[in-house]
């Protein structure tokens, strides 16, 4: 039995997140449904691709237009998104390269929960050298909400997991780990400070994942 743990990306793994995924919203909406949409207008704090992608069109389309259409956009906002992606782009927060290494040599299964479409996670994580350390995870591609991502990521887990962490930075992050029964791990950003986190329920609250020691104690793998 080993534990398994899943990262949100942005804000959680990265400390900058480029720019270009909103840009790439606004690119898969016009390609797909001939609408001009400008995705740095709406919240898109804790909420997956999908349901971004349906508020940016849900004012000017049907949901029915907007399902036949969202293979076409998804495939255009990757597109757009790998052909702009430069490394410096994308900046990890310090200690996580440290903290995913000594979670591998420890037998920890480590995965993605994000909002995120999986092309585009894993474009992240690759630009980076980090996407070899997560085996599993859930996508917003699939899904169509956060907590519905929550349930798949723990899913392609399978068997064996005796613990499961979710760490994030987010409410939404903190209330889909609790859905799936996960121990929550709240990281303070800008955007939602300590208090914010553990008012909707997070276990743990973390500054930053430079501690590693802490962090393997909280999942019960150190030493």
């Known amino acids: 039995m080993k534990p398994l ?9 990265l400390a900058k997140v480029a720019e270009i995924h909103l840009d ?11 609408i001009k949409a400008d995705s740095r207008k ?14 940016l069109t849900k004012d000017q389309i049907s949901k029915e237009t907007f399902l036949d259409g969202l293979e076409k956009c998804e495939d255009a906002m990757f597109e757009f998104f790998k052909s702009k992606l430069q490394k410096e782009d994308i900046v990890v927060r310090e200690g996580v390269r440290e903290l995913l290494e000594e979670m591998t040599k420890r037998g920890v299964l480590i995965g993605l ?11 992240k994580m690759d630009i980076v050298g980090l996407n070899n350390y997560f085996k599993v995870g859930g ?6 909400n956060r907590e519905e991502v ?3 990521a723990l899913e ?8 499961v962490f979710t760490v994030g930075d987010t409410p939404s ?13 709240g990281i303070v950003t800008e955007n939602y400070s300590e208090e914010q986190l553990k008012a909707v329920g997070a276990d743990f609250v973390l500054h930053d994942l430079k501690d590693t020691k802490k962090f393997l104690e909280i999942i019960g793998v150190n030493g």
């Open 173 to 185: 992050d903190i209330n889909a780990g609790k859905l799936i029964g996960a121990t929550t791990i």
């Open 24 to 34: 790439a919203f606004n690119y898969g909406v016009e390609k797909a449904y001939g």
């Open 156 to 163: 392609s887990a399978g068997d064996g997991i005796d613990k």
């Open 113 to 123: 929960l994000t909002g995120n479409l999986e092309r585009i996670a894993r474009a």
């Open 42 to 55: 709406i919240p898109t704090t804790g909420l997956v691709d999908k349901e971004i992608l349906f508020i």
């Open 5 to 13: 743990v899943l990262f949100d990306i942005d804000g959680t793994l």
């Open 150 to 152: 929550a349930k798949m």
């Open 139 to 144: 996508f917003g591609d699939h899904k169509d």
